[in-house]
């Protein structure tokens, strides 16, 4: 049998189709359009919730997919916008609208392309200082309190949409936005209503019965049928805004907003990429390559810069839309190639036809999509690692909701940042003991260690060392704390010879050999003697420009293995043995 053929690749560009089979094509142009049938009409949604008008959610399928098509290492991912940004992008454009006192529509605009080319740059900025996997490590349980906050926040801002009433917001937070939603309550349009129900029915119904379909789009195109040939306008139905035809015109960024927009763009590149991530993660086949988040960096960062000169929402992988490509058996990002024709398409063609879409249709749209983002299993996972992460979990929603979004991102951080210094300032150092086939750790907690012989060594009464190992690296942050633990070990033991066995260290700061050289003088006014095994001899270099090494290495307080230390002494007059060369050579 003949292998396909493959089409040739282009090194640096489009690295999802190396390898290509011309085979594939027909199944990528056919997810291609079935992704396209869910990202279009939930992008002009998402539109909304920034309280923008359709058509820029609608460009944001344009130019940030092609260009992630050309970078992007995720096979699947569909680079458009998720509701997380949009929400963010609402309360970032309330907030410059307070500082300018623009409402012009222009002006928002501008503001709109100074905010996505921003993310843009920022995350540029971050893929040349390598911080892709800086950024990751921003924890799941501040994500699921992020993601919490935003779904229950556009969830009630789709209210009085749904109810048909005047009143609404979009940026305000969530409790401004929940009074609105009461006010709605003496607003009520009974056929909006109506079709609310049925458009919710409906998305939830085929959603569930037949995932494969496009609920979003049946429910649009059903939206619409009623507007044109239904008659609900002349009941009070509200339609969006008329679409203009065409393709999006270039928008210059507003470098007076700048100052205003840079610290809600830092918050949002943030969010953009870990969402990317998580998504193109999520789609990955077993046998692909592993994301690169440094790549995803560059293509997100791209995506979002060019697309911003377009006025187009911040870009992200969506969730959505990236599984339903992948359902349909994407094989390439020309999968992304086909749905961004097809938005052009829309655009050009069907601007018309749009103008007939519901509000009300939207709405029930968005509120599907969000209230997925309230995910109370994940809440209950957190419990089963850790109480503190379901603590983080719950006061950064909190915070999300009270103070806003962009509070709640910056909560995040600083609550991932203290999980990160609590992790590290752990004392990282553990007890050998000599037992059958060399030696094993021990710990106080662990009862299944036997007695007798294997206890640990370091009393005066056996005359042995005792030996100790670190398990990690030694920083700035873990440094004092694990030497605090070594101290208390030796005085437990009364031991009069300490092993350190350092063979985790590949790399050490003059802060850590200060702390040493402070744990060594404290151990010998103890009465105790420290020796270093396992150093790394990549490191011995190093180490030897500080005076207290060089002195301890000249002791014979600086050897090969552990074996070596806590062998006989040598004989008087013999030579130390240097680490890394042989013992007795």
Request: aromatic share 4%; with cysteine; hydrophobic share 50%.
């Amino acid at each position: 049998m003949t292998e396909p053929a493959r089409s040739r690749s282009f090194p640096g560009l489009f690295p999802t189709l190396r390898g290509y089979h011309l085979a594939w094509l027909r199944t990528d142009v056919l997810a291609g359009l079935t992704a396209g049938a869910v990202v279009v009409p939930q992008a002009m949604a998402y539109a909304t919730i920034a309280d923008l008008p359709v058509q820029y959610g609608l460009y944001t399928c344009m130019l940030p997919m092609v260009v992630y098509a050309a970078l992007g290492g995720s096979r699947a991912l569909s680079m458009s916008t998720t509701s997380t940004i949009a929400t963010l992008v609402a309360t970032s454009l309330v907030g410059l609208s307070t500082v300018s006192g623009g409402g012009d529509s222009e002006v928002r605009i501008r503001a709109l392309a100074t905010l996505t080319v921003l993310v843009g740059a920022i995350l540029l900025a971050a893929r040349l200082l390598r911080l892709g996997s800086l950024v990751e490590n921003i924890s799941h349980a501040t994500l699921t309190g992020i993601k919490a906050s935003v779904g229950l926040t556009v969830a009630v801002g789709q209210v009085p949409k749904l109810l048909g009433a005047d009143e609404t917001l979009h940026g305000h937070g969530f409790l401004p936005e929940v009074r609105a939603a009461a006010h709605a309550l003496s607003d009520v349009n009974g056929t909006t209503v109506l079709l609310s129900l049925v458009s919710l029915a409906a998305l939830v119904g085929i959603g569930r019965a037949w995932p494969r379909l496009p609920a979003p789009l049946l429910v649009v195109v059903g939206g619409i049928l009623a507007s044109a040939f239904g008659g609900i306008t002349e009941r009070g139905v509200s339609l969006v805004s008329p679409i203009p035809a065409g393709l999006p015109a270039v928008v210059v960024p507003r470098l007076g907003d700048v100052p205003h927009l840079l610290p809600a763009a830092a918050a949002i590149a943030i969010m953009a990429f870990l969402e990317s991530v998580a998504v193109a993660r999520e789609v990955r086949n077993r046998k692909e390559a592993r994301v690169d988040p440094d790549q995803e960096l560059l293509a997100v960062g791209a995506a979002s810069l060019v697309g911003g000169f377009t006025a187009v929402i911040p870009a992200a992988g969506g969730f959505s839309q990236s599984a339903v490509a992948q359902r349909a058996g994407a094989r390439s990002q020309l999968v992304s190639v086909v749905t961004a024709l097809l938005a052009v398409l829309v655009a050009l063609f069907l601007a018309p036809v749009l103008d007939h879409m519901p509000e009300a249709t939207l709405g029930a749209v968005v509120l599907v999509a969000t209230l997925g983002l309230v995910d109370v299993r994940e809440f209950r996972a957190l419990t089963r690692f850790d109480v503190s992460e379901l603590w983080i979990a719950v006061a950064t929603t909190l915070v999300g909701l009270v103070s806003g979004l962009l509070a709640g991102v910056a909560a995040g951080v600083l609550l991932t940042l203290f999980i990160v210094l609590r992790d590290l300032d752990r004392p990282q150092v553990e007890v050998l003991t000599r037992g059958p086939g060399g030696w094993h750790v021990t710990t106080e907690a662990d009862p299944s260690v036997p007695a007798g012989p294997t206890a640990p060594t370091g009393s005066p009464a056996t005359g042995d060392p005792l030996v100790l190992r670190l398990r990690s690296m030694l920083y700035t942050a873990n440094v004092r704390p694990t030497l605090e633990r070594v101290l208390a070990l030796v005085q437990a033991a009364s031991a009069r010879t300490v092993v350190l066995d350092a063979s985790a260290m590949d790399w050490v700061s003059s802060t850590v050999v200060d702390e040493l050289e402070g744990l060594d003088d404290e151990l010998a006014a103890h009465d105790c003697r420290l020796v270093l095994a396992e150093v790394d001899p990549a490191l011995v270099g190093r180490l030897r420009s500080s005076d207290w090494f060089r002195e301890t290495e000249a002791q014979g307080r600086v050897v090969r293995t552990v074996e070596d230390a806590v062998a006989p002494p040598a004989a008087p007059g013999s030579p130390p043995v240097p680490p890394g060369s042989s013992a007795g050579a």
